[in-house]
């Protein structure tokens, strides 16, 4: 939401605070080390004290969970060995990591994702971070929950391809994977909901809490650097990021028109209005978590920026096809470069330290 005038005068006021503090500084012969060190204390100090309640940027310890599907360690475990199974894919060379693989912020790496017969598809693939915490899943939110999306691309013929009847057939028929779901799911039957919820427990798992934001946030004045500090208070102010990127999970779980170049091809991609009809949804999809962003390169839903100055860049003229554009959406920004620089550093403040990920082994 847009920031209120009391606060942007509370903003403007610690900026330049924080200006005069380092000046003073530096002109007393303070090294540069302890310079940046007033500078993170202050902006700390003063933005907790005055315009943003920092707190509520703090992921909660964990994300929700449904009912009946409570997570288990036998629940991670199966649902770990399904999500790195190609097996699960119609010909047997796909798994769910092959395009949300942990080595490339569990994404792709892609502008766009590939899938049967490496077919380029339409849309990035999204990372799988912290969606734990969305309320809804996929681009175009046509999914409530992640268990409602776990079996999607299995079905679809664009992307795994598989036929899941003989999916489970075989799941059944196989030693190791009938005992491991009957730890997991006791007394269930092996089929869409218990494989759903298996593959939605491991990713409930994927978690990005402790970027040097967050160490931030919680006390820790020296984790970000003066330049982050500044570009997280560009955030919240003249740039108008939080908008749309909003605490804690750096998205309002909604769907924005940016104006994306692609909008004006001649059969763009509708995005949520095929979802849901109304004119403002047309060229509108979901805003993705900014957590780990500097890992999910290429960005937006059509992976048509490169860089996340690139992202910077396309609000800062306040898009490139103007029509139909989310009210969200700032119509221009003129920022500096110093400006642009900042934000992007702040960006790259939200990445957590990378967890390797042991690949599982799986059952014959």
């Known amino acids: 939401m847009v ?3 009391t606060e942007e005068s509370k903003l403007k006021t610690f900026h330049s605070n924080i200006i005069s503090r380092t000046l003073i500084g530096l002109f007393a012969g303070v090294s540069l080390i302890a310079s940046s060190t007033v500078y993170a204390e202050s902006a ?48 047997g060379n796909m798994s769910c990591a092959t395009c949300h693989n942990p080595m490339l912020g569990w994404s792709d790496g892609l502008p766009t994702a590939k899938g049967f017969k490496s077919q380029v598809l ?33 079905e679809a013929t664009v992307e795994m391809n598989m036929d899941t009847k003989k999916l489970f057939k075989w799941l059944k028929s196989n030693k190791e994977y009938s005992q491991l779901f009957e730890q997991a799911y006791p007394g269930e039957e092996i089929g ?39 570009g997280f208070k560009l955030f919240v102010g003249k740039a108008k990021c939080n908008n749309c990127h909003m605490a804690p999970n750096f998205t309002d779980n909604g769907f924005h028109n940016l104006g994306l170049a692609s909008f004006g091809d001649k059969t763009p991609d509708l995005g949520r209005y095929m979802q849901k009809p109304i004119g403002l949804l047309k060229g509108a999809f979901k805003t993705p978590t900014l957590r780990d962003i500097s890992r999910t390169a290429p960005y937006f839903h059509d992976g048509s920026a490169k860089t996340l100055m ?9 898009g490139v096809v103007k029509t139909r554009l989310s009210p969200n959406m700032p119509r221009k920004l003129d920022l500096t ?6 934000l992007v550093a702040f960006m790259e403040a939200l990445t957590s330290p990378f ?7 799986l059952p014959r």
């Open 3 to 5: 920031m209120q005038h």
């Open 44 to 91: 700390h100090a003063d933005i907790k004290a005055g315009a943003e309640d920092l707190q509520k940027w703090l992921l909660p310890d964990t994300p929700p969970v449904p009912e009946n599907n409570a997570m288990t360690p036998e629940r991670i475990a199966l649902g770990k060995k399904l999500f790195f199974d190609p097996r699960l894919s119609g010909d």
């Open 122 to 154: 339409g849309r990035a693939s999204p990372t799988i971070i912290n969606t734990a915490y969305n309320s809804i899943q996929m681009w175009d939110g046509r999914k409530k929950s992640l268990e409602d999306q776990a079996m999607g691309p299995m």
């Open 192 to 230: 869409a909901s218990t494989v759903a919820r298996a593959i939605a427990t491991y990713e409930r798992t994927v978690i990005s809490n402790n970027s040097a934001f967050d160490k931030w946030v919680k006390g820790d004045a020296s984790a970000m650097t003066p330049q982050q500090v500044n």
């Open 310 to 318: 690139d992202v910077v860049n396309h609000y800062d003229q306040g």
């Open 337 to 342: 470069q110093q400006e642009k620089e900042d």
């Open 355 to 361: 967890i390797k990920v042991e690949l599982p082994e």
